[in-house]
Structures are given as structure tokens and as C-alpha cells.
């Protein structure tokens, strides 16, 4: 088996909704658009989002499993059980392996090497998750998995509990480290002078809107950054982003918020550098 004939046809759906409405939600898209107009990275929280969503869209094909006829059902769960490594039958250089995938692999054995979940999960859904999918599908000469509607494949299911098994190896790993640290800003309150002490930081700061209205939050320095914020109340849900909408290449976001608990992100848009540079918010 590999095309699974019978799979309720609302999992295809929910699957080709999620990826092919990035930031509509109310569509049934994932709430943060991976890529939005501004910078060269994704989006701060869409790695995150990637692994979460999965990992439950995964659960619920279980559970559907779950209800079938018992031989049926063992026949699902040995053609489905999910990859624990890369299959060395896909590591070809025909297949599109090579030294910089390795390279990944060999990361992915030291979860320390991602310091937030959503670092792991921006590293695998552009890189290995896509090399998975397309050498699955030409080894096995299984077109469907290049589509959205990949999971009528059997192999969907393997590759994706392995993607769940490093989700799940990073939060094993991180269960004693300290919670990722955040600064508190204020409306009107005082400027926070701060750094991008270490390439690819992703520095966050919380801010609380007392009252609806519009805000302004911006940047100030000799650093190039971009700025996105997740919010009200669900640090995920991509409110607004800016890149240079500030002087001098700084980003500056003028919106309306409503009340509510926001998240600041802030990176700087060459990734590979550290900086200096300011940050406020007033009305």
C-alpha cells in the first residue's frame, strides 16, 4: 500500500488549506505567513506554527486509524509507522543528497543547536522536510507527494513522524533549559537600548495595549532590522511586520492594535551579522 484510497477527503482539505492560505486563518490557512513581504528570513513563530500543526494533523490521522476494521487498521499502522532517521535508501546523490543535507542530519543529532522551537522548525520545513518529500516521491514514483494533497501517500505519514520525532527529541532535550527570555516594553514608556549579540538572535519583547487606538512602534540605531509582532494575546498570529520603514534603515510599524498582549519580534534582516539599535512604543 501506498496511496491511501480512503482517507477522508476533509484531511486533504484542511492539509491543502493550510499551505495554500498563508496568514488567513478564517480560510483555514496557518496563521503565519511564512514569508511575508519583508526580509530575507521566514517569519519569527511560522517554524514554530510548522511543527505544531503537524504534529496534531499527524494525531488526528492516528485517530482516524484508529477507527477502522482491525486487519485494516494494523495494515495502516505498519505502512505508516513513522521514520526515526533518514532513510539511508533515499541518501543518493540521484535523490538530490549531498553534503550540505548531511551536514543538517548531523546538526539535528544535538538539539542544542537550535535554541527555540521555532529555529528547529524553520531549519527542517525548508530544507530536509522538502528534500524528504521529493526523494520519497521519486523513489517510490509517488507524484502525489510534491502536492498539497501529499497525504494520500502512506510515505506523508513516515516522513512526518520523523519530523515529529526531532519536534519531540528538541523538547526532550529542552525540558531543564531556562525559559527564552523576553524584555518588557511600555506605551510612552522609557527607550530600551539593546543588541544583537549573536548571529541569527531573535530578540522579543512583550508589550501590553491598554485601550484600542493606533501605536507606534519603531527602531532607532545603526543597525538594519526588521520587525514583526504576533499578537493581541496569541504570540503566533502575525499582526504586522516592517522593514525600513524607519530612518536610516531602521522599521517602524504605525497600526491600529487592540486591546490586548502583543509580542515584538525583532532580527536583523542580514542574519548572518550583530548590531546595536533601540526600540519604543508610544501613542
Do not use: C
Not at 524553520?122 to 509517488?142: I, V, Y
Not at 522579543?204 to 514583526?228: K, M, W
Amino acid at each position: 500500500m501506498s496511496i491511501i484510497n480512503n482517507i477522508p477527503q476533509a484531511m486533504i482539505t484542511e492539509h491543502v488549506a493550510w499551505h495554500m492560505r498563508p496568514g488567513n486563518p478564517s480560510a483555514g490557512g496557518r496563521e503565519i505567513d511564512p514569508f511575508p513581504p519583508v526580509g530575507p528570513r521566514p517569519a519569527p513563530g511560522s517554524g514554530e506554527e510548522f511543527l505544531v500543526w503537524h504534529q496534531g494533523y499527524v494525531e488526528r490521522f492516528r485517530t482516524w486509524v484508529q477507527t477502522l476494521p482491525a486487519a485494516e487498521r494494523d495494515q495502516f499502522e505498519t505502512d505508516t509507522a513513522s521514520w526515526t532517521a533518514v532513510p539511508q535508501m533515499l541518501k543518493m546523490s540521484m535523490l538530490g543528497w549531498n553534503t550540505t543535507l548531511a551536514d543538517e542530519e548531523r546538526q539535528l543529532s544535538d538539539m542544542s543547536n537550535f535554541e527555540t522551537l521555532d529555529e528547529l522548525g524553520q531549519f527542517l520545513e525548508w530544507s530536509l522536510h522538502g528534500f524528504l518529500h521529493n526523494a520519497a516521491s521519486d523513489m517510490n514514483m509517488e507524484p502525489v507527494l510534491l502536492g498539497f494533497e501529499s497525504p494520500r501517500s502512506t510515505f506523508f505519514w513516515q516522513l512526518h513522524g520523523l519530523i515529529d520525532h526531532w519536534r519531540q527529541a528538541w523538547i526532550d532535550a529542552s525540558q531543564s533549559a531556562p525559559p527564552i527570555g523576553t524584555a518588557e516594553l511600555t506605551v510612552n514608556g522609557d527607550i530600551v537600548e539593546t543588541s544583537i549579540g549573536t548571529a541569527g538572535e531573535v530578540d522579543r519583547f512583550r508589550f501590553s495595549i491598554p485601550a484600542s487606538g493606533t501605536y507606534t512602534l519603531e527602531t532607532s540605531g545603526p543597525s538594519d532590522v526588521v520587525l514583526y509582532v504576533g499578537g493581541p494575546n496569541n504570540d503566533l498570529a502575525l499582526h504586522s511586520q516592517n522593514d525600513d520603514g524607519g530612518e536610516n534603515f531602521n522599521a517602524k510599524i504605525e497600526s491600529d492594535f487592540d486591546q490586548g498582549e502583543y509580542m515584538a519580534y525583532v532580527v536583523l534582516y542580514d542574519r548572518s551579522q550583530t548590531g546595536n539599535y533601540s526600540i519604543s512604543l508610544r501613542n
